[in-house]
């Protein structure tokens, strides 16, 4: 068994990514900031909780003693990244940099797993091929520019590392649509079922042929529709009229995938798009019971 920090580790995906890994007997370690909610760990034998800062490279460099591996997942996401250049820059670039450091002044260094993002492949919707690793970056807003920063002060650190450009997340909840949908009604979307996402890091841990590789983490061929299928079939179940939401005036991040490399290695692409739109109608049903 591996010992395993994440930062931004008190966050929603974090904690299901730390559930998922205690369940696979690994020992881990979350670092937040002080302010987070950490009661869902409480009673984790196996669990040290570190409220802490990325840019303390001194704190850092303690917790990562004696850590495997490392998911960093600290960051400032969409739409609040949009609204301070200055801020999601110090905290998304500057603080990937700290815990790259951090972790280049230990002997031996964790093998670092990178959450980054489809974002930086910007406005793809001119590319009638599947979009693969080897894309062009051409970031179009702040979130997918600081992204792309920190890529590529990762490839230049000599850290032992998994670069993941991850594909927007869809959670099987009772959620308000988002206020627009972040994509055109006729554009190309590929998804991935957050559950999809988990099993995907989850069996990056000792996956050595993953190190030094950008993978694409997407949903699959099923999950290959435009926007309009998809927001459709989601408000049928959310029993919301498809005339009441509205979609970018521009296109958004999203395309068609090429994710073979991602899925052989790792074999996490097990929730089908209707596989997840049943999850869904069962969450709303149990909300609404």
Known sequence: MAEILITGGAGNFGRGLAEALRGQGHGLRILDLPSCDFSPFDGWETTRVLPGDIMDTASLKQALEGV????????????????DRERTFRVNVEGTRSVMDACSSLE???????????????????????IGPDHPVAPIDIYAESKAASERDLKASGLPYVNLRISAISIPAFLDPPEP???????????????????????????EEALGRTLIIAGGPT??????????????????????????DRPGWLNWYDTAESQALLGYQQTSLDDFFDQLKAAVEEALA
Do not use: C, N
């Open 223 to 248: 999950w290959r529709v435009t926007g309009e299928e998809y927001v459709r079939r989601w408000g049928e179940i959310m029993e919301i009229p498809f005339e009441e939401m509205g979609f970018l």
């Open 181 to 207: 949908w972040p994509f055109q009604a006729g554009q190309r979307i590929e998804l991935v079922a957050l559950s999809d996402l988990v099993t995907a890091m989850v069996s990056l841990v000792g996956v």
């Open 68 to 83: 495997d591996w490392l998911f960093h997942l600290a960051a400032i996401l969409p739409p609040a990244s949009e609204v």
């Open 108 to 130: 031996e260094p964790p093998k670092l797993v990178f959450a980054s993002s489809i974002s930086v492949y910007g406005d793809t919707t001119g590319t009638a091929d599947l």
